[in-house]
């Protein structure tokens, strides 16, 4: 069994920043793509960002890119999201997700991809 446990959520002004974290613990070894999602009031979980079990490559939403940063730390089983330029549309629960499946075999986007998830973590960015 694995467990995802994200940190790092709170309340942030527009063009703030905020990093989160996602420390992963028991069968690791079992974890290749790691990923973020995000879920707004009203609206359906959506990927806003994954990376390999290598660090090596990634993926962003067009809606994130060049604002978000993934990065992942395996020694510590750790992945990170640094948020950078935070606007009122971030706002949302942001969900940190686990996938066995390697980087380039399956499909990473959507919901259904992924096998293992946090509990997630909540992020208010107001205007």
């Known amino acids: 069994q694995v467990q995802l446990v994200e940190s790092g959520g709170g309340l942030v002004q527009a063009g703030g920043s905020l990093r989160l974290s996602c420390a992963a613990s028991g069968r690791t070894f079992s974890i290749n793509t790691m990923g973020w999602f995000r879920q707004a009031p009203g609206k359906e979980r959506e990927i806003v960002a994954t990376?390999?079990?290598?660090?090596?490559?990634?993926y962003y939403a067009d809606s994130v890119k060049g604002r978000f940063t993934i990065s992942r730390d395996n020694a510590e089983n750790t992945v990170y999201l640094q948020m950078n330029s935070l606007k009122p549309e971030d706002t949302a629960v942001y969900y940190c997700a686990g996938q066995r499946t390697p980087w380039g075999r399956g499909t990473m986007k959507n919901t259904q991809d992924y096998d293992y998830w946090g509990q997630g973590t909540q992020v208010t960015v107001s205007s």
């Open positions: 990376i390999s079990r290598s660090g090596i490559s990634m």
